[in-house]
Every structure is written in structure tokens, then in C-alpha cells.
């Protein structure tokens, strides 16, 4: 077993500090690893062709860019890049537990726990549990969703695709900032979210939301329950 932690921003403009970074058609295959209290990301991979394979691996407590406190997610794919994800625990990061981000950028999640993701340290904001935007594509299967904020699961525009099967949406929590939302789905802009056996339980103000032309969610086999209150607004 291995650990990467603690990683540090580069000195000279204080950015990255990030555990894992795959690029520029870069492999890497990480087994029975413990990627702790890095910055900015726990793991990131971007452009084509990069890919990383994560088993049996926890993305813990990354810390903001300490530039100007955004960032601190688990796991990132952005610009045409791919990551596999099995056995897999997300927990305790910052703004975004898992991002997914461009066109051709995939992440494949089996048997994952991402919980307790925290606001963004500049806005107060986000906390996400999993978000797809921009052409970005996500399939999880067997994942559950605890203890997020403002969105347990996020997908936005066109062109972004998620499939969530025998999965659990639980206990969103508001935005910290202003104590809105706390939905448990939410997918605007057109993108596409397909549900199969899935139950989202316990979130605020909306169980699923679906919002603006084009935007499809396609459920099957779904309960959506107990969905709750909250004060600030919609």
C-alpha cells in the first residue's frame, strides 16, 4: 500500500500542490492508495488520451489552490481525458467531490462512496458531490452520494451525458453561502441524466430537477423520498 500527502503549491505563485496529475497522453495506474490533504486536486487528468485507473484507492481532504482558495476537488477529468474509478472512496474535499469537464472527458465510477464534500473556501459555495458540465460524460454504477452540498449530483449543457445505475443520492445539504438548494439531481442546459435503480432520499427542497430546453432525465426503477425543507431560497 502507498500514500501520496501533502503536497505543497509551487512556490513561485503559489498553484497545484495536486496528488496525482496525468497529461498529454500520460498513463497512470494507481492500486490500494491513500491520496490525502494534497491542494488544489487529488487526482487530475486532462487532454486526450490521458487516462487514469484508480482500485481500491481514497481521495481524501484536498485543500484549496492557496492562491485564492478555489478549488480542492477528488478527482478531476477535463479536456478529452479519462478516468476509471473502482472501489473508490471521495470524501471530505473541497467545492467538487468528482469534476468532469469537456468534451471527450469521461469518468467510469464503480463502486464509489463520494461524501461530505465542503464548500469552496473563496465563495462558501458548491460542495458538489459529482458534477458533469460541458460535454462532459459520467456513468457510476453501484455509487452512492452522501452528505453533499448544494447538489448531490450536477449535470449542465449540452452535450453532457450521465447514466447513474443501482446508485443513492442521500442527505444533500444546502449551499453553505446562503442556504439555498441542497437538490439532489439537478441537470439544466440541455444536458441528459438516465436513472436505473436509483434512490435519492432524504436531499432538500427537490429530489430531481430538470430545468431548461432539451434537458432530458430519463428514470427507471427510481423512489425518490423524504425529501425535505429549507430556508433559504430555491
Not at 13 to 32: F, K, N, P, T
Not at 179 to 195: H, K
Amino acid at each position: 500500500d502507498a500514500g501520496v500527502r501533502g503536497t505543497l503549491a509551487r512556490e513561485s505563485d503559489l498553484v497545484l500542490g495536486r496528488g496525482i496529475h496525468a497529461q498529454q497522453a500520460g498513463r497512470v495506474e494507481l492500486s490500494r492508495v491513500a491520496i490525502e490533504e494534497n491542494r488544489d486536486a487529488g487526482v487530475f487528468v486532462g487532454q486526450a488520451n490521458t487516462l487514469a485507473v484508480l482500485r481500491d484507492v481514497v481521495v481524501r481532504a484536498t485543500a484549496p489552490r492557496e492562491v485564492d482558495g478555489y478549488s480542492g476537488q477528488g478527482l478531476t477529468a477535463q479536456v478529452g481525458a479519462r478516468l476509471e474509478a473502482t472501489r473508490v472512496r471521495i470524501e471530505g474535499n473541497r467545492q467538487y467531490g468528482v469534476l468532469v469537464v469537456g468534451t471527450g472527458s469521461t469518468v467510469l465510477l464503480e463502486d464509489a462512496l463520494v461524501r461530505d464534500t465542503l464548500p469552496s473556501e473563496a465563495t462558501d459555495g458548491e460542495g458538489f458531490g459529482v458534477v458533469a458540465t460541458t460535454h462532459g460524460s459520467v456513468e457510476a454504477t453501484r455509487t452512492v452520494l452522501v452528505g453533499n452540498r448544494t447538489a448531490g449530483l450536477m449535470a449542465t449543457g449540452a452535450g453532457t451525458t450521465v447514466m447513474l445505475a443501482d446508485g443513492r443520492i442521500l442527505g444533500t445539504a444546502v449551499r453553505a453561502s446562503d442556504g439555498a438548494f441542497g437538490y439532489g439531481l439537478d441537470v439544466s442546459g440541455g444536458a441528459a441524466v438516465e436513472l436505473r435503480r436509483a434512490v435519492l432520499e432524504g436531499n432538500r427542497r427537490v429530489g430531481i430537477l430538470a430545468g431548461g430546453a432539451a434537458t432530458t432525465v430519463d428514470a427507471e426503477d427510481v423512489v425518490v423520498r423524504g425529501t425535505l425543507l429549507g430556508d433559504g431560497p430555491l
